[in-house]
């Protein structure tokens, strides 16, 4: 197994192609469209025995993986920002067909104003909808969590489908050293998908998603969408303790880097988390008792790893690449509610940063940890923090200027 | 760990020189991140590409701040502070730029406090602009005096694959003839520090102020606001019309112009805007009379073109 350079997209492209899926249902969206084409390319060339088809949309797009899924085949596709938001009734509604397949997310923000550059309220919108959530820092990790997204998605104890998210351009156009199994390795850490009592055939008519009258029915059917996701925990554990054996490559719900020790950990998602590697690395040299913990897996949410990882420190400060509008981050907020009530629960400090691609420069983690520390010392939470420079709102500022100027003029003045 | 930032327009092949040069790195036993960064995604925009690569695992990420080494494949975008050439340029950071001009003109003109050279861009020969790309990664794998040729060699082999045969040896041709002009100046190029936190400044972090909704809202009151930018600066290729060939079918070329950039004129010919021709060279290949070439923008007109006009 040597190691070879490709970009995050391909790291998923490659997920899909050892999972020797057998559909893809596609539209282009940017940062995504990469994974499709790679994909593309690879059906052309014979390298993967796989049908797949463009959609008019991704709401479309998602209802053929679900029902694709229910036939009992492995099924693979992938989104983004705008694309996911619009696929999005339909994410609800296949996680309700308990139809396992995995969809990968290359997170963008959302509109408006448009943009291209990654946040995660595109993915977190799918937070609530019974897909397990998983957020890859690497590209090593896009692939390797790909391949764990089917193994627990299929296990008939879950039979759910997944998302595994990677932040567009940081980490889906940068190419980073990887290793690609081999694939009958892969086949015996994954077998085919047996679909059991799913079976749906264009000769035996199925009808998914029938309505149901009256709460007690419809509690039932969401309650056990539910347990199934709860039990993802336990198996993602048990998937990850042979993913290991046979691969060499530990994935635990939850990272922790230099945690053990330390009073003060940084808590954040997403490819941004290795930014804090970094600056953990450098404040440790600075002599500063400092971590990091990485939810790897969003939903299930990992309470209790999570707990057990942050139980005695001073103060975390949770950075949310997110923001829910009118409320803060969402991390944060779920942090809050699984620590509630424990008496040595770590001081919390909230910030948003990374939103649109912001970039958090490494005095800036510098900052947070050291706000983290006050407040740990002042024995209070802060006041949740929007990273913004003044340098950043002066040049808002001469933007707005030109967009003043604009509005003042009259239409015929202008060329 | 060294810091590369690559600066050129969509279509230089800047992208692909990152890639050539993180592959070379990668092979003589270095950990590599490369990456492009674009907004526009349209050929002849300004776009950059970086590569870091350190002997231990690589956990900084995204846009390079503080390069060691920056190449820059298109000496128009040194006068564009948007293309952000220059972002992050310090003492210690080599600047390279490829150009007609001489190293002494950008020492001039640019008064970098680093080291500034040149790579010799010929406008008679072709190769030079056609494959600036694998010149300019030679160049940095040269400089940075870390790598082997034969690992360069190999690196622009893989990345230049798809291209097919005659192409990837063109680019080697030139290439290695760029690395034997750059062996002077291997090592010029050093890895850069770390951040250290003890002596960091600290962020000039603001509370956002609340404006008012007609304020704080993404709007552009300026209507037409596109035909002040001057796209035509981005141009690579340049369109030229053979009038004798023509058979003014315009609403072909017209019709099909991604950027509108080509009028009808009173005689029912077509007429370029070459202030907003972007040279995507689109018209070319649509034209059924084949009366539409491209010549390379660099070796268009010597004297001042129509879109830099006032």
Redesign the interface.
């Known amino acids: 197994m040597s190691r070879t350079l490709i970009t995050g997209n391909a790291a998923a492209a490659w997920a899909a192609r050892l999972a020797r899926v057998d559909y893809v249902p596609a539209f282009p969206i940017t940062p995504q469209t990469e994974i499709i084409e790679t994909i593309a390319g690879w059906i052309e060339a014979g390298a993967l025995d796989a049908r797949m088809v463009t959609l008019e949309s991704e709401h479309s797009m998602v209802t053929a993986a679900g029902a694709a899924a229910a036939t009992g085949v492995r099924v693979f596709t992938a989104t983004s920002s705008q694309g996911l938001l619009y696929g999005l009734e339909m994410i609800y509604t296949v996680a309700g067909w308990r139809a396992p397949f995995v969809l990968v997310n290359v997170s963008r923000g959302l509109a408006a104003p448009v943009t291209l550059e990654p946040d995660h309220n595109d993915v977190l919108a799918a937070r609530d909808s019974g897909f397990l959530q998983l957020h890859a820092a690497t590209a090593q990790e896009v692939l390797d969590l790909g391949l764990l997204a089917y193994r627990v998605g299929e296990d008939e104890r879950v039979r759910l489908p997944a998302i595994v998210n990677l932040d567009g351009f940081y980490l889906s156009f940068t190419r980073e050293p990887v290793r690609i199994p081999d694939p009958a390795e892969v086949d015996g850490f994954l077998p085919p998908f047996e679909s059991g009592g799913l079976g749906f055939r264009a000769s035996r008519p199925v009808s998914e998603a029938v309505a149901v009258l009256g709460g007690g029915p419809y509690s039932y059917f969401r309650y056990e969408i539910h347990a199934a996701a709860r039990n993802a925990l336990g198996v993602f554990e048990e998937a990850a303790a042979d993913f290991e054996a046979r691969f060499g490559r530990r994935y635990a719900p939850v990272e922790t880097y230099r945690a053990d020790d330390a009073e003060v950990v940084f808590v954040m998602m997403g490819c941004f988390a290795t930014k804090a590697k970094a600056a953990v690395d450098q404040l440790r040299d600075a002599g500063q008792a400092v971590g990091l913990v990485r939810p790897r897996m969003l939903r299930p949410f990992p309470g209790e790893a999570l707990r057990t990882a942050l139980r005695g420190r001073r103060a975390a400060a949770v950075i949310d690449q997110n923001l829910s509008l009118g409320f803060g981050g969402v991390l944060y907020g779920e942090l809050a509610a699984n620590l509630c009530g424990l008496s040595d629960a770590p001081i919390l400090a909230s910030f948003i940063g990374g939103l649109g691609g912001r970039d958090i420069p490494p005095s800036e983690f510098y900052a947070i940890a050291e706000a983290a520390r006050d407040a740990a010392d002042a024995g209070a939470p802060p006041e949740p923090r929007l990273l913004y420079t003044d340098a950043e709102l002066r040049e808002m500022r001469r933007l707005q200027g030109i967009a003043a100027a604009e509005r003042s003029e009259r239409p015929e003045a202008r060329r | 760990m060294y810091r590369v930032r690559f600066h050129g327009r969509g279509g230089q092949g800047m992208k692909t020189a990152s890639?050539i040069l993180?592959?070379a790195f990668?092979r003589s036993g270095f950990?590599?991140?490369?990456?492009?960064?674009y907004?526009a995604?349209r050929r002849g925009a300004p776009m950059f590409a970086y590569v870091r690569a350190a002997r231990r695992e690589?956990?900084?990420?995204?846009?390079i701040?503080r390069p060691d080494l920056v190449v820059v494949a298109d000496d128009s975008l040194t006068a564009s502070p948007a293309a952000g050439t220059t972002t992050g340029l310090d003492e210690h950071t080599v600047l390279l730029i490829a150009s007609t001009e001489t190293t002494r003109t950008w020492q001039d003109r640019l008064r970098h406090r680093g080291p500034t050279l040149a790579l010799p861009i010929d406008p008679a020969d072709s190769a030079s602009l056609r494959f600036v790309g694998a010149a300019c990664a030679a160049a940095a794998a040269q400089l940075v005096g870390v790598i082997a040729a034969s690992d360069f060699e190999a690196a622009l082999r893989d990345e230049l694959a798809p291209l097919g045969e005659p192409a990837a040896t063109q680019n080697l041709e030139l290439g290695r003839a760029t690395w034997r002009r750059f062996e002077p100046h291997a090592g010029l190029v050093r890895e850069g520090p770390?951040?250290?936190?003890?002596i960091?400044?600290?962020?000039?972090?603001?509370d956002?102020p609340f404006d008012a909704a007609r304020?704080a809202t993404?709007?552009?009151?300026?209507?037409?606001?596109s035909?002040e930018v001057r796209t035509g600066l981005w141009r690579t290729l340049r369109p030229v019309i053979d009038e004798a060939r023509c058979r003014h079918c315009t609403w072909i070329c017209s019709t099909l112009c991604p950027d509108g950039a080509i009028e009808v004129r009173a005689d029912g010919g077509p007429r370029i805007d070459l202030d907003h021709c972007k040279g995507c060279m689109v018209c070319m290949a649509v034209c059924p009379s084949h009366a539409i070439e491209s010549i390379p923008e660099a070796t268009a007109d010597a004297h001042a073109p129509e879109e830099l006009q006032p």
């Not at chain 2, 950990?31 to 960064?37: G, H, L, N």
């Not at chain 2, 690589?58 to 846009?63: A, K, L, M, T, Y």
């Not at chain 2, 770390?194 to 003890?198: F, G, L, P």
């Open positions: 890639r993180g592959s990668f950990e590599v991140q490369d990456a492009p960064r907004g995604e690589i956990h900084e990420r995204g846009v701040t770390d951040a250290v936190a003890s960091s400044e600290r962020p000039d972090w603001i956002l304020i993404p709007a552009i009151h300026g209507a037409a606001t035909v």
